[in-house]
């Protein structure tokens, strides 16, 4: 080896040097910076700890089955639709089959906003519900025709089947969400001939080229009960979507320790996190922010403000999922608290789904999480279940 | 946003005590008959420390080999995030590649008979770089290994 060689190789080595540690340290500090933008993120993803219910529901939208999600948390509900249907997460999603899906997202809420509730049609509800097929049809295609032919019919059960027989042949599934269907009742559109068209397009066919996903803070079963009196005869109308409920519960001791780990807090925080959110994502989202600012402000003692924090900002939420409930189940859920005494289960088994009620080490039903019970224990039984 | 930072920041200071730690007791222990021979030749003042010797047969080079390969290979191994930016290849991948490279070059000059003294010192710089360079890569990997831990 010449002697000239090694005279290049000092520089050559030094050179790397320098450019390992400018490299090393925008690595590092990068990273860093990453990491510090994390708990942001973590803070506002509503679907942290989602996943499972995310595959079981876009397996549901690849076998043209129907859904139904349930969760007393608005943004929880819409976030989920809104994943399922970004245009993004279509790929990794759906896979090769996303270029024959057509997501049409649609709020009861809003369309009774920009219509009338009182004289909303079913027209005008399949025509916003189809627009987004609508601007994926070319024009003088053989589907357009039959759109057109349903338009002009006023979207008429059987021209709306024949579209779908059409879907279908060609290989195309609408995929209808409809978050707060449950606005539907007491409108125009709580008629039996209704239900029964969406029925019929999402079932009547197997692999249905219309797959339905519902989603509200009722669980099936209330639905059907309060559809019974226009329901004269026959099957409850979405009966052939109860293997598709999902509920938005708990998640898991690990997810909620995966979650607090990664934001940054020590033993103690976490344990009064668990403890006041329970393992709902959104109430621990809600309470870890509650906290983080209340260390940010440097208060003296941050976990008490976080608590105060915590509870203002959940009383409306609280408020409102209390009056969700039916009165018994309320009465029920106060009694336990107030009076201690154990509720008959069987209505309350979706609250235990949602993971309001939860057992503890002793067997006994529980309320969860724990500002929950104390929202309870600051208002009156008439205050909380008159509605 | 303040209080995380600080957290961030102690995090950071714990990770990189950690790493220098490391790295520190590998050198101390890795390298522990070449201490005990330099000690000994200080307390028996007859003998001199033969360091030369060290350069010549191309011992450092192996621990410097070992040290990069084995966190190269353990940091990769533990790895989260499977999937690698271009500036994390460069820096888990081929710059250690590099580095061994240049270690088994340099032993093979240095392993060479007709070497003399005029290339000895050259041969001795830059075994200083590599052994420097070996130090720095190796706490760089620790840290980012004990922070993925944290």
């Known amino acids: 080896m010449s002697i000239l060689t090694l005279y290049y190789v000092i520089p050559v080595l030094a050179g790397l040097t320098v450019a390992f540690v400018v490299a090393a340290l925008y690595y590092t500090f990068k990273t860093r910076k990453e990491q510090l933008n994390r708990d942001k993120s973590i803070l506002s993803n509503a679907l942290f700890g989602r996943k499972n219910e995310i595959r079981r529901l876009a397996e549901q939208i690849l076998t043209g089955q129907s859904s139904v999600i349930v969760s007393v948390f608005e943004d929880e509900r819409t976030a989920l639709l809104g994943y399922l249907s970004d245009p993004s997460n279509n790929k990794a999603l759906y896979g090769e089959q996303s270029a024959k899906l057509v997501f049409s997202l649609l709020d009861i809420h809003f369309l009774f906003l920009e219509t009338d509730i009182e004289k909303c049609e079913p027209a005008q509800f399949w025509e916003r519900a189809l627009k987004p097929l609508e601007n994926k049809l070319e024009p003088n295609s053989s589907l357009f025709e039959c759109y057109q032919a349903c338009q002009e019919n006023q979207f008429d059960k059987d021209y709306l089947d024949k579209l779908m027989v059409q879907l279908k042949q060609k290989g195309w599934r609408l995929v209808l969400m409809l978050d707060r269907f449950d606005e539907l009742l007491g409108s125009n559109l709580d008629k039996p001939a209704f239900f029964a068209t969406l029925r019929y397009l999402a079932s009547f066919r197997s692999p249905s080229s219309l797959s339905l996903i519902i989603s509200w803070d009722i669980s099936l079963k209330q639905f059907h009960d309060k559809t019974k009196p226009i329901n004269f005869k026959g099957s409850p109308y979405l009966n052939f979507m109860e293997n598709g409920e999902i509920v938005l519960g708990l998640i898991s001791h690990a997810e909620v320790d995966e979650l607090l780990r990664q934001m940054l807090f020590s033993k103690q925080e976490r344990q009064f996190i668990k403890e006041i959110a329970g393992r709902h994502p959104h109430f621990i989202q809600l309470a870890a922010s509650a906290l983080q600012t209340a260390k940010e402000n440097h208060e003296e003692q941050p976990l008490e403000v976080a608590k105060k924090a915590f509870y203002e900002r959940v009383e409306n939420l609280l408020t409102n999922i209390m009056h969700s409930w039916d009165s018994e189940i309320c009465q029920a859920i106060v009694s336990l608290v107030k009076e201690n005494k154990t509720p008959e289960l069987g209505e309350l088994s979706l609250l235990e789904k949602q993971g309001f009620l939860i057992k503890d080490n002793q067997n006994q039903w529980q309320i969860s999480p724990l500002i929950l019970v104390e929202f309870i224990q600051n208002k009156t039984k008439q205050a909380l279940c008159n509605h | ?150």
């Not at chain 2, 490391?22 to 070449?34: D, H, K, P, V």
Request: glycine share 4%.
């Open chain 2, 1 to 150: 946003m303040l209080k995380i930072q600080e957290k961030m920041s102690s995090i950071m200071l714990i990770t990189s005590t950690k790493s220098l730690v490391w790295a520190i007791g590998t050198i101390i222990f890795g390298l522990l008959q070449m201490w005990i021979v330099w000690g000994h030749s200080i307390y028996v003042k007859t003998k001199v420390f033969p360091f030369e010797e060290f350069i010549k047969n191309g011992s450092l080079l192996f621990f410097a080999t070992a040290i990069i390969a084995s966190v190269t290979i353990d940091y990769l191994l533990s790895r989260k995030i499977l999937v690698f930016t271009l500036l994390e290849g460069i820096l888990f991948m081929i710059f250690p590649l590099v580095m061994i490279g240049f270690c088994v070059w340099l032993f093979s000059i240095s392993y060479d008979e007709t070497v003399e003294n005029v290339e000895f010192d050259l041969i001795y710089s830059t075994e200083q770089i590599i052994l420097f360079l070996t130090f720095l890569y190796s706490i760089f990997v620790k840290y980012h290994a004990f922070s993925d831990g944290d």
